[in-house]
């Protein structure tokens, strides 16, 4: 039904297509899932220029990530943030060990590989004659279709009617694609994309498929405590869901007494903190402190919050002493 479209796509592919990506040069399934769990929250480009090889280099196999320490791969992770992507990639490395699954239902029923995951690992490793359903392909089979609503179900439907189950690898990275590079979520260049043929919604593209208006983002106020003993510094490791097993300082709620020594803002997805770093003037009855020096802190797992918060430190100590005036 959809064979004109699948070869304009062929060829769009051929021409336009990112085939160079890392992550597209082979058909290894470790690799293939290490860049899809990467590239759930975060942008090609930073995927692909300053985690993928790295982490790679850490973990060349499934079965060197599996006998890694958890605290290894979140600091191999540090600055992607999402850390839950890479406890999940632990875990199932250590229930696969040898090589994951080739089935896509068996994939799915693993920990942080959801459908779509599933099939772009059996799509992109093994060929399997499935679709792959992340936000760029909502967006265009939105559009295609033109569905007003935007509802998983109908875009799984609308993912198996469009799929070009003869080239599913060629497929998925081309619709891939066409949503980063054409059918974008605040402008479209239907003249140039090869599903303008059979495109329902390209006369108001703009209408179908655009992400949900955002809602504000609370702000959290924290006092971020540093603490020392001599030349070091005292950090815990936190055992909340959030972040769980990073490193970090002491927080407390606001109004907290002291001599702040500056402050910073970081955006997190669900809230924005609003951190300000006090020299500790109690010292805190965490059972949890450890003290590390600064050498040691470098080798620790921080989530980027802290990062800012040391970065600060660092500048402070960096800053030159005031010297005396002379005296005459
Ligand atoms: S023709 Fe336009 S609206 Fe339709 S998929 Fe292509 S870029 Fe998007």
Not at 26 to 43: A, C, F, G, K, N
């Amino acid at each position: 039904m959809y064979s004109v479209i699948h070869d304009a796509i062929a060829a769009w592919y051929d021409e336009h297509g990112r085939r160079d990506l890392p992550w597209r040069t082979h058909h290894d399934p470790y690799r293939i899932w290490v860049s899809e769990i990467m590239l759930q929250q975060t942008q090609v480009k930073t995927v692909s220029e300053r985690f993928y090889s790295p982490f790679l280099d850490a973990f060349p196999t499934l079965a060197d990530l599996a006998a890694a320490p958890l605290d290894d791969v979140l600091k191999r992770w540090e600055g992607l943030g999402y850390y839950t992507r890479a406890r999940n990639l632990h875990r199932t490395a250590q229930l696969c060990i040898s090589a994951l699954p080739q089935d896509a239902i068996a994939l799915e029923a693993l920990p942080g590989i959801g459908r779509s995951t599933a099939h772009a690992i059996a799509a992109f490793a093994h060929h399997a004659a499935l679709p792959v359903l992340d936000a760029n392909i909502k967006r265009v089979l939105s559009r295609f279709f033109a569905r007003e609503e935007r509802c998983d179900q109908t875009l799984w439907r609308d993912a198996y009617a469009l799929l070009d189950a003869q080239r599913p690898y060629m497929y998925n990275q081309a619709m891939m694609d066409i949503g980063a590079m054409l059918c974008q979520s605040k402008s479209v260049t239907c003249k140039e994309c090869p599903l303008q043929s059979g495109c329902q919604g390209q006369s108001e593209a703009l209408r179908f498929g655009c992400a949900k208006a955002r809602v504000a983002v609370p702000i959290r106020h924290r006092a971020l405590l540093i603490l020392r003993q001599g030349a070091r510094l005292g950090l815990i490791q936190r055992h909340e869901r959030f972040l769980h097993g990073l490193w970090g300082f002491v927080q407390r709620p606001m109004p907290y007494k002291g001599g702040a020594l500056g402050s910073f803002i970081h955006r997190y997805t669900h809230f924005h903190l609003h951190a300000t770093v006090y020299e500790a003037t109690e010292a805190p009855c965490d059972e949890a402190l450890m003290w590390f020096t600064r050498e040691e802190i470098g080798g620790l797992a921080l989530s980027t919050a802290d990062h800012k918060a040391l970065s600060l430190l660092d500048a402070l100590s960096s800053q030159p002493t005031p010297q005396a005036p002379p005296s005459y």
